[in-house]
């Protein structure tokens, strides 16, 4: 079981995505917790403020740092775990998230996700806890929760028992690091004209599995050719 622990000053955005499909029946299944945790619980002020004005002036609020670090600290200490749960800060900042990564994480017991939000946090955050700083992407959303969803999701289908059919994880692409998915096809034969290639229907397993690879590098040289350039530089 993989275990998450979710700080955010939006708790609600979470309700839709984590109770329904896969992730719902992962939790009723005891291979995923999933906790959210409103980080308004570790102000001290009346207003319970997460955010304040930058020094040194601009545009924008910044999340503060204190009941950030309470939080995570409290949930370290929490039945003993702080050797344990691994502390992901959600920033456009971070190391790319790609399936690599989720396998990484995956291999953890607790995982405590920081989402951002505004302009950021407190960069004291980051010298205090040492988080593992993760971006989704190259882009600026609203918030970190949305990152948050995506990591959750993608981490969680990798926790065996998730996905019914393992071989579907397996076969997913990047499972290969570098590779995209071949096209998959189903029922019926044949739309509008368009017909399930011959091979897929031959029964030949050797044959399928050759097709399915020349299709992969095909796709990946189509559509990512920077992910075979990364594969030569590496090489």
């Known amino acids: 079981m993989i275990q998450f622990e979710i700080l955010t000053t939006f708790p609600e955005m979470f309700q839709g ?40 002036g601009g545009s924008g609020m910044v999340m503060l740092a204190e009941p950030i ?3 995570v600290e409290e949930l370290q200490e ?6 344990q749960a691994r502390v992901i800060l959600l920033t456009p900042q971070g190391r790319p998230f790609n399936q690599t990564c989720a396998l990484d994480l995956a291999q953890s017991e607790i995982l405590i996700l920081i989402c951002g939000h505004y302009k950021g946090v407190d960069e004291r955050v980051v ?3 040492r988080p593992d700083e993760i971006s989704v992407g190259d882009y600026i959303l609203t918030g970190g929760e949305i990152s948050t969803m995506v990591v959750v999701d993608a981490v969680s289908r990798l926790v065996p028992g998730v996905v019914g059919d393992s071989g579907s994880v397996a076969s997913d692409s990047f499972q ?3 590779m995209l998915d071949c096209p998959r096809y189903t029922r019926p034969q044949e739309i509008r004209g368009l017909k399930v290639p011959g ?11 050759q097709w399915r690879n020349n299709q992969r590098l095909r796709r990946t040289e189509e559509r990512r050719p920077d992910l075979i350039q990364n594969l030569k530089r590496t090489n």
């Open 199 to 209: 091979v897929l229907l031959s029964g030949n397993h050797a044959d399928i599995e």
């Open 78 to 83: 929490k039945g003993g775990h702080s050797d």
């Open 69 to 71: 670090i309470r939080a």
């Open 176 to 178: 290969e690091e570098w």
């Open 17 to 56: 995505p984590f109770n329904e499909s896969m992730l719902k029946r992962a939790q009723e299944a005891g291979l995923v917790q999933i906790t959210i945790h409103n980080l308004r619980r570790w102000t001290n002020d009346h207003r319970c403020s997460t955010d304040d004005v930058q020094y040194g």
């Open 127 to 129: 010298e205090c806890l």
